[in-house]
């Protein structure tokens, strides 16, 4: 029987008939084969790198100086620990009026640091760059520091020169290849600037109000016998000593609780699979499609086969040794090309992985075979079984109908793929039902319009007196199914595109305008009392019309109601990170011009009576409402407030905004240090130098380069996407193809009947334009609708910004739509007309 199989596989690939569904198969493998190498990659260099991206083995992270005693127990237990401490402050080079300034991170490290990993460093810039460098074997040295090479650009400086930070200059002597602790996230905003921790103290930068992150790191070392484990017992002590005494604003990170190692490459994984399952789903309609054309060509065959004493399960066993042999083959080709594809998405998102990344493991490529065999079976099994029950009589009665199994069975198999692979690769069963609902939704609604649409040519077959227009208006509504297939596969796949073109523009240009021209795109924080009136001088003098200066207060929040707020008050994620946090507080006798009070009043500012007034969406999340008490720990400080307001704030205004402001009476007695935003006209940035040149504690944010790092890195996730969406358009084309070549042979007998009746090559022909244009036009405008509509929902419900509909996409749906129908139909369709009437009525 295997010999029978393979005779009949050679055969049937000669005659043509399996490559198309080889084809479909290929692509739809290969889509998700290209993100299964790619995210396979990044969890490898995260598994390799693990220790390396936290720097030690348990790292304790605090906002404030790390408990002694906590230090004490892993020196007790064998662990050897450092310190780092980092925060966000100015960095200056130059002197006198030819200085420049920038926002840095700074990192002071204790002696040993890292205690896993190593940091690279070296003089050279390009090197640098390419993340090429020395294992450094100390920390810097002290009067010196490390720096990213990005600095040296910005600040118009070199190896060698001098670095102010603060009231100390520090001599640059060497540029930082690698950082292993500098965190899995794909954004840093900030260059690094590393120094030695026993010279912050001179540096005078750390101030009340100053957000600093305190850093134990604890290791293993080798001659430790069973270091993993201490270490996991010593992790397990922390966290319970950190939930016995409720406290807050610490944090355990390890291998296994450190989340913003995963975050981002849990969400990369979610939505690039989902954007291949996409290409994989439309592919597996292609798939169907072919599978079932087969089908129809090879009931003759079976039939004969049949006559000549094969029994049903020898026929079945031969077409699944034949469709196993092409699942194999096509499996294979779609994981060769998703592995090419994946150095495309490397190469795309290069600058976002931050180190050299091992080699890819067999496991995508296994999974890339075990999608193709189960998108066959799924999909094709269910034709390929009617087969079997096809009678012997049929050699002398070809008019029967194909056989029939039972529809349940079929149909059952299908879903029951369908819903495998959607789980296998969303990971997530919320997730995977939305894209299942999302796909079937978008399905039905086209199909619907397709059939509606139908049904409203009846009347139009009139309308024109051409007998081309009545030849394509007939043959539309002669085959509804195969015409609503083509115009609903044809939508999807130009919908996807449309997204991510036309779309995508319109939403830069909506979030664009949401900006207003004059919003703030300088912030200055940490300014203290005495320097307020100076500074607001100064930016006056810069031609800064509007900078006023609010008091930020740094607190957190202990009590709801008088019960203390633990880990278990907030089930909800995003509850339990805001609750955990300090809060940034402030306090206001009038309420800012961007705010609106939603319900209840603004403070009546009583001594003894302390209000605060509280921001809608943490309102929610927290669950507080009017009347609520609040206790804030302010700087050891406890201040007890009641709700009295909650407001709704202007986010996209880019002023400051304060989630929490309690009134003046209640704060009397509490330090602040206070925050401006202001719109700095261009050709002042001399003034923000001469600000941190004379002001060393204030921390000045350029949110204007901030955002355009951040919109250069949304270019390059949305090129990747676009170019995963590639396999998305060639899947819909596919299934166009599929759709008119499984009505080939319908078509041949149709167009040799009515050219033996008088019809000529050139009315069918212009019929046959005709026929796809109406096709290609509808399902453009189809595509176009639900384009416009996804850019809606994203605008209103995920950016928050006004939308309004361009007529571009339509018109762009439109042509575009009735381009590739024709050009698919014709590739499809080209041999039909050229075969002679005689001929198609001897074998009809």
């Excluded at 998700?32 to 990044?42: H, K, M, N, P």
């Excluded at 692979?421 to 894209?435: E, H, I, R, V």
């Excluded at 227009?469 to 199914?481: K, M, N, V």
Aim: overall charge positive; some cysteine; charged content about 15%.
């Amino acid at each position: 029987m295997f010999k029978l199989a393979l005779k009949m596989t050679a055969r049937d690939w000669r005659a043509g008939q399996l490559r198309f569904l080889l084809i479909a198969l290929t692509v739809a493998v290969a889509a998700l084969s290209a993100t299964g190498f790619f995210i396979d990659r990044l969890r490898s260099g995260l598994d390799r790198d693990a220790h390396q991206l936290l720097g030690a083995d348990v790292a304790v992270s605090a906002d404030l100086p790390v408990r002694a005693e906590w230090r004490a127990q892993a020196v007790q237990r064998g662990l050897v620990v450092t310190d780092t401490i980092s925060f966000p402050s100015m960095a200056q080079a130059g002197e006198g009026e030819q200085s420049s300034s920038m926002l840095a991170a700074l990192k002071a490290v204790g002696p040993g640091y890292p205690l896993r990993g190593k940091v690279k460093i070296t003089t050279d810039a390009a090197q640098a760059e390419q993340s090429i460098g020395v294992p450094a074997a100390t920390v810097p040295a002290p009067g010196t520091v490390w720096v990213e090479p990005g600095m040296l650009g910005s600040l118009k400086t070199a190896v060698g020169q001098q670095l102010k930070l603060g009231d100390k200059s520090f001599t640059i002597t060497q540029l930082i290849a690698a950082e292993p602790d500098r965190g899995a996230n794909f954004l840093a905003f900030a260059p690094r600037v590393m120094f030695a921790l026993d010279d912050l103290a001179a540096t005078n930068l750390i101030q009340p109000g100053s957000r600093v992150n305190y850093r134990l790191l604890a290791s293993a070392p080798p001659s430790l016998k069973n270091g993993a484990a201490v270490a996991r017992a010593y992790q397990t002590w922390l966290e319970a000593e950190i939930k016995r005494g409720n406290i807050k604003g610490v944090r355990v990170e390890s291998l296994d609780n450190r989340p913003e190692m995963q975050s981002t490459l849990e969400r990369a994984d979610r939505f690039l699979s989902l954007v291949g399952l996409l290409s994989a789903m439309l592919a597996a309609v292609a798939v169907a499609m072919a599978a079932r054309r087969f089908m129809q060509r090879h009931l003759d065959a079976c039939a004969m086969l049949r006559c000549l004493g094969l029994t049903q399960n020898q026929v079945t066993a031969m077409y699944l040794i034949e469709f196993l042999l092409v699942g194999l083959l096509g499996s294979a080709a779609g994981v060769l090309v998703g592995f090419a594809g994946h150095y495309v998405l490397l190469e795309v998102l290069g600058a976002l992985v931050s180190s050299e990344l091992p080699a890819p493991t067999m496991y995508p490529a296994l999974q890339g075979m075990a999608i193709g065999i189960l998108l066959l079976a799924a999909f094709a099994l269910p034709p390929i079984l009617q087969l079997r029950k096809v009678p012997h009589n049929r050699v002398i009665r070809r008019e029967q109908d194909p056989p029939q199994v039972s529809a349940l069975a079929t149909y059952g198999i299908g879903m029951a793929g369908f819903v495998a692979l959607l789980l296998w690769q969303a990971g997530d069963p919320m997730m995977a039902l939305y894209t299942a609902l999302g796909f079937i939704g978008a399905f039905a609604v086209f199909g619907l319009v397709g059939w509606l649409g139908l049904r409203s040519l009846r009347s139009l077959r009139g309308a024109i007196d051409h007998q081309s227009w009545r030849f394509a208006i007939t043959s539309l509504q002669r085959r509804p199914g195969a015409t609503i297939v083509q115009i609903v596969s044809l939508a999807l796949g130009m919908m996807a595109l449309l997204v991510l073109t036309v779309v995508r523009g319109d939403l830069m240009t909506a979030w664009r305008n949401a900006t207003p021209p004059d919003a703030p795109n300088r912030f200055i924080i940490n300014i203290q009392p005495e320097q307020q009136a100076d500074i607001a001088a100064r930016l006056k003098a810069a031609g800064v019309s509007y900078a006023p200066q609010y008091p930020m207060i740094r607190g957190r929040l202990t009590t709801v109601n008088g019960a203390a707020v633990t880990a278990e008050t907030y089930t909800d994620e995003r509850a339990k990170g805001l609750a955990d946090r300090e809060f940034n507080l402030s306090t206001m006798a009038q309420m800012q011009a961007e705010n609106k009070i939603k319900e209840g009043r603004w403070f009546e500012d009583k001594p003894g009576f302390p209000e605060a007034s509280v921001e809608e969406g943490i309102a929610k999340n927290l669950n507080w409402k009017l009347g609520d008490k609040l206790r804030f720990d302010i700087a050891g400080t406890p201040v007890d407030v009641t709700i009295t307001s909650i407001r709704k704030l202007d986010w996209g205004s880019m002023r400051v905004n304060f989630f929490v402001i309690i009134n003046p009476a209640a704060m009397t007695e509490i330090s602040q240090s206070w925050i401006t935003a202001f719109h700095l006209p261009q050709g002042q940035g001399a003034v923000m130098n001469g600000l941190t040149r004379d002001f060393p504690n204030l921390t000045i944010v350029d949110v204007g380069g901030i955002l355009r790092q951040v919109q250069a890195v949304l270019d390059q996730v949305i090129t990747a996407v676009e170019f995963l969406f590639v396999f998305t358009l060639a899947s819909g084309v596919l299934v166009l193809y599929a759709a008119l070549m499984g009505s080939q042979d319908e078509r041949t007998r149709e167009a040799g009947l009515l050219r033996a009746l008088g019809a000529t090559r050139k009315q069918l022909s212009q019929a046959q334009l005709i026929e796809f244009t109406l096709v290609g036009a509808l399902s453009g405008l189809l595509a176009a609708t639900g384009a416009a509509a996804m850019g809606w929902a994203l605008a209103t419900y995920q950016f928050k910004f006004a939308w309004s509909f361009s007529p571009v996409v339509w018109l762009v749906g439109l042509l575009a739509g009735a381009l590739c129908a024709i050009a698919g139909g014709w590739l499809g369709l080209r041999n039909v007309l050229r075969q002679p009437p005689l001929q198609t009525l001897r074998e009809a």
